[in-house]
């Protein structure tokens, strides 16, 4: 790949996971439409994808993908149920795109869960990938692309989140800014402020996080998507970098000026919604003793490709810092 802005790389054999590579479970998840947006963390020296796959009646279920190398992953014949969701009050139409962190060695995962009255935050937790429990529904309000830290910062768990502030009349929901929430006990959720807004006229007017946080010496650092939207036919969905500081984790330090990833292959301009990458899981395989990035290690990035398929691109700590302090749009 050439140019200076183009550093990730595809994986050469992408998409790594399709809509034929799901088991069915009949009655209804046969023939599956799709499989996108996962979530990946690694587990017992294993990588682990939770994926967002979509049935023929555009139903979306969760379910599990491991992998020995991060690149071959073999969906299990499962779905990924989270005990006790059934007793929330309300219709909950659709639960998708998982952000996966460990915090003192049990896993949660967030995510947006499509109810009347709009999205909401869920969050659930497990020790082993087998059984999942509902913890509760923590947010209020429309709200998506919660990710929490992986680890508390001054005692407090801490989340960003995106309000979805602009509503097209009936049509599908977004938002322009990034807030930081706390909470102590990762149930009830305090919102301290925001923290990065979109661009407008450039390729981020509306944006979201991506993946968890990952802590770097030179401070947290984050994948968000943008969505250009005046381009009248279609949005066009990509993928960023920011870096907000390890101390107060409301102010950015560095904000890429291009986008770092975007649609370009053919399954990610030509699918169920055409012209998107939209990352929500990230893997980083080298940390110092202190729970830092390093800078040389290898970073993987999963994400889903024109709602449709998972697809993965490949970096580094360094490369993707060095997008970060570009020099911002002036
Ligand atoms: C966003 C979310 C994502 C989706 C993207 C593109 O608003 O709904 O889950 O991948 O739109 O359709």
Redesign the pocket.
């Known amino acids: 790949m050439k140019g200076k802005n183009s550093n990730m790389k595809r994986y050469s054999k992408n998409p790594i996971l399709t809509r034929n590579d799901i088991p069915d479970i009949p009655p209804y998840l046969t023939d599956v439409t799709s499989v996108?947006?996962p979530g990946a963390i690694k587990y017992n020296g294993k990588y682990i994808l939770i994926l967002?796959v979509q049935s023929r009646s555009r139903e979306t279920f969760f379910m599990m993908a491991e992998s020995k190398d991060g690149v071959k992953f073999h969906v299990l014949k499962d779905i990924v149920k989270f005990s006790g969701i059934e007793k929330v009050k309300g219709k909950i139409f659709h639960i998708?795109?998982a952000r996966i962190v460990e915090i003192e060695n049990l896993f949660y995962i967030m995510f947006?869960m499509d109810m009347e009255g709009g999205c909401q935050l869920g969050l659930a937790t497990t020790s082993d990938f087998k059984k999942f429990e509902f913890l509760g529904i923590v947010s209020n309000g429309d709200i998506?692309?919660g990710v929490l830290f992986p680890e508390k910062v001054f005692g407090k768990y801490l989340r960003y989140d995106r309000p979805n502030t602009s509503r097209k009349e009936g049509g599908?929901?977004?938002g322009s800014q990034i807030f930081l929430s706390e909470s102590d006990d990762l149930i009830h959720w305090k919102e301290i402020g925001p923290v990065l807004n979109g661009r407008f006229h450039y390729w981020d007017e509306f944006i979201?996080s991506g993946p968890p946080p990952v802590k770097t010496e030179q401070g947290w650092l984050n994948i968000y998507?943008g969505?250009a939207t005046h381009f009248g036919s279609a949005?066009i969905?990509q993928a960023g970098v920011f870096i907000t500081d390890l101390q107060n984790p409301q102010k950015v330090i560095a904000r890429c000026r291009c986008n770092i990833l975007e649609p370009r292959e053919i399954y990610e301009l030509i699918g169920?919604?055409p012209n998107?990458v939209?990352p929500c899981g990230i893997i980083v395989e080298k940390f110092d003793s202190k729970g830092f990035a390093l800078p040389e290690s290898e970073v993987k990035i999963y994400y889903?490709a024109a709602?449709s398929v998972v697809a993965l691109a490949i970096t580094t700590i360094d490369e993707l810092i060095k997008s970060a302090n570009e020099e911002p749009i002036p």
């Open positions: 996108f947006n967002r998708y795109d947006a998506r692309n599908p929901t977004s979201g998507h969505v949005n969905y169920q919604v998107v939209f889903g709602d």
